[in-house]
């Protein structure tokens, strides 16, 4: 079997938590079906650890923004970018998710985003 591909997301306080969770559900799910770790999913947001989602709802990221360096970007299958009313306004003013989107284009195959994350593909200019 071919080594998983890394899917991660790109998450931030007061986040939607659908915006998160739903899509890394569905690739938990196709590796249900699939019954192997085809996709290794990873949350990364402003810090390492937990945070909270516009919600309330508490996620826990797995690396902070700072830690997807170039090196790790080329390891990446899928990059999305989370929505949320709130959270994202905050998130293009600090710029970090953006820099990330403009570091992964020709390193990711795959830059995607979630709502009204598309507001940071958007500023990275990725979306004509």
């Avoid at 994202?88 to 998710?97: H, M, N, S, T």
């Amino acid at each position: 079997m071919a080594a998983s591909r890394n899917i991660l997301m790109l998450a931030f306080p007061n986040a939607q938590l659908l915006d998160i969770a739903g899509p890394l559900q569905m690739f938990a799910g196709a590796n249900d079906e699939l019954a192997t770790q085809a996709y290794r999913l990873e949350i990364a947001a402003p810090e390492a650890g937990p945070f909270a989602t516009s919600s309330g709802v508490r996620l826990v990221a797995d690396m902070s923004f700072a830690a997807v360096t170039a090196k790790r970007l080329a390891r990446i299958h899928t990059l999305m970018a989370a929505g949320g009313n709130e959270g994202v306004q905050v998130e293009l003013e600090r710029g970090a998710i953006t820099q990330i989107i403009k570091r992964a284009v020709g390193r990711v195959p795959r830059l995607a985003s979630v709502c009204s994350g598309a507001f940071f593909l958007a500023a990275a200019g990725r979306i004509l």
